[in-house]
Structures are given as C-alpha cells and as structure tokens.
C-alpha cells in the first residue's frame, strides 16, 4: 500500500480541482471543460463579490468575465443541467443518467410533506407542453405572499417534478429557474439510459475519487452527497487505489492517475493565488479542508455578527498550494473593500494575500484595495505596503 505524506495529499487535492498547473492547461477547455473536470458547480444565493458559481471559474480561469461564464452554464442548446448534486449545482449534461438514482430515490422515499400537489404537478406539466419553458412566476406564482420559503402548490409541484427528472432546468433568467420538460432538453440517448443504483454509485465514486485525488470514503460520499455504505461498497470497482496519508488515521483511497503522475513527478507544488468562494469544491467538506489544509473553515454568513470570529463571507486564500489566509470582503463604488483579513497562524504570506486582493479587485471592476482590520495586526503594516 502506498504511503502519502500530507504535502503529497495536498498536491493531490489541488491538482485534481484544476488550481495548479500552467495557466493555458488549466484554461483549456474554458468554462465548459471545467464544469466537466468538477462534476458539479454549487449554486448559492449569497453574492459578495460575485455569485459563488462565478467565482469557482475565476478561481480555474482567471478574470474570465462574469457574463461569459453565465452564458457557457445557460448554453443553448444546454451543455448543463441544475439538480441535487453536492448541493443544487449546476451539472454537465452528460451526467443526466448517473442522477438515475437520485431521481427514483426522490419519487419513492422523499416526502414534501404537502397535500393536494397531483392536481398542482398536472397542471405545470400541461403549461409547459403548452406554453414551452417557464418560470415559477410564469407558471402562476412561486410564494403564497408569505415569508420567502412559503411557496405556492405551483412552486411545489414545479420542485417535485424537477427532483423526479419530470421537468429539468438547463438555465436561470434573473436567478430564477426557468422549468422545461426533459425532451425537449436532454438528448434522447441521455434521457433514454436510466442504469441501476449500483452502477450510478460506482460512476459517481470514481469520478469524486478523480476530482478529490486522495479522499477517505467520507469524503467521496460528500462530493456527490451518494449514501456512505454505498460509497464504501463503489471504492474497488470504481478503481480507486487504498493508500495511506500521513496524520490522516484514516484509510485513504487515491485515483490511480493521479498516483502514476505523482510518481512521475509532475504534481507541482504551486497554485493560483487566488481568493476561493466558501462553496468551492477544494473545500466543500470542512472536516477534509481541516484535515488536508490544516485550516478549520466555516461560513459565518449565518451566525450573529458578534460571534464572528473571520466575517460574514470570510474567503480562503489559495498560494503555493495551500491555504494561508481568510478574506471577508465587500465593496464600496470602485473600492474592494477587505473587512478582515486573517492569516493562517503558520503563515505570512503578505504578498501573495495583496496579489489575490488586486487580481479580485479588477475582476469585479474596481480599481482600489482597501483594508480595514488585520489579524496578527502586526501584519498590517506589510500588508498595506504591499498593496501600494
């Protein structure tokens, strides 16, 4: 069995998530390829600097602009779908039969808890055969008027039937999801190929072990959220190779790609510099990021202000290939304004955090850094300089 040391397992997991490597690599393909190298770009609606499916490209990419990365997702025809992966995500569209078993796990076992849908589900179906694609505002109403999670019997129904692949989102108008019926918007060989569980278990475990690198069976199940005892029972016929990490105590499994290129010596050892949304897939899984990054990560954008301990949008920050800082940044005009900037105990990398601060700043078109609070503070100085 191979033995891994940590900063072998770190390479690994940076490589496998597109953050290192010659730039014309990493941008090969552009937005779509990388949607197909992730597996899945999660949705969210907080927005700071940008939305975070904006900001997993620009992470790969570089300044791609934000419109061209919205139009490679929305694509017509659809290159991509929205559905329950990691999280709602968007998918490559070549993925629609390995959700085979989500789909039927949704109709048999998942529970709305809601009554009096059949009728609701009837008549969504019947205005998007009539009417073609459509928002829950264009089916009738997405809310009761109540609170922003009361939806409407439409909303409902629309849901089910997008969580039982009897409708499909393959774009957003506005950030809503605009509903169409999967004929008219998967390729009849996708629609038409509906594999067993174990098959789409083995599939996704494969590619989550592709994706991560080196992953316990934690791990891989979290990636495309696939149930655990499935996930373990998938590891040896997904292919994927045990292997031991040093400080891990727990067993491993690497993608034999990755170790044949980690034996020919060509996993390197840096990384874009560069700031990560809380929802990138590097550090999806938080107890995986504490355990491969050393860094204990969590959103704070739900916790009261005063008990934020790193901000309500706090940012890691990637360089040389690990993670040496957190951002929690807003903007003012023409002003990416750093809220709190906090390095990692073990790190100074003043340098590296200024570089990812001027390259987001002129991404999201201001021309100015400004930093309010700095932990260590003696840290504030350097990093001021830096920034001039």
Known sequence: MDTLTAAEARRLAVR??????????????????LLRRLGAVQLDTISVLARSHELVPYARLGPVGRPAVEAAYWAAPPVAFEYWSHAASVVPLEAWPLYAFRRRHY??????????????RAEVLAALRDRGPLTATDLGGAKRGGVWWDWSDIKVAAEELLAWGEVVVTR????????????????????????????????????AGARLGVATVGDLADYFRLPVAATAAAVAPA???????AGWGQQAYADPDALAALAAGSVPGASR????????????????TERVFGMRHRLEAYTPKAKREYG?????????????????PTRSGRTLVARQVTFDPRETAVRAVATALREAASW?????????????????????????
């Open 273 to 288: 510099t560069v700031l990560l949304s809380p929802f990138d897939s590097l550090v999806w899984t938080r107890e995986r």
């Open 107 to 120: 109709r048999e076992r998942y529970e709305w808890h809601r009554k009096g849908t059949a009728g609701a």
């Open 239 to 245: 292919g994927l190779v045990p292997v031991t990490v």
């Open 16 to 33: 496998a998530q597109g953050l290192s490597g010659p730039a014309a690599a990493r941008r090969a393909g552009g937005v779509p390829g």
């Open 172 to 207: 957003r108008e506005r950030w809503r999801r605009v509903y169409d019926l999967p004929e008219r918007a998967v390729p009849p060989d996708l629609l038409g190929h509906d594999p067993p569980d174990e098959e789409c278990h083995v599939e996704l475990v494969r590619q």
């Open 312 to 328: 309500y949008f706090a940012m890691p920050v990637l360089a040389g290939g690990r993670l040496v800082a957190r951002v929690d």
């Open 364 to 388: 999201v078109g201001c021309d100015a850094v400004a930093v309010e609070r700095v932990g260590p503070p003696d840290l504030a100085a350097p990093l001021a300089a830096a920034l001039r």
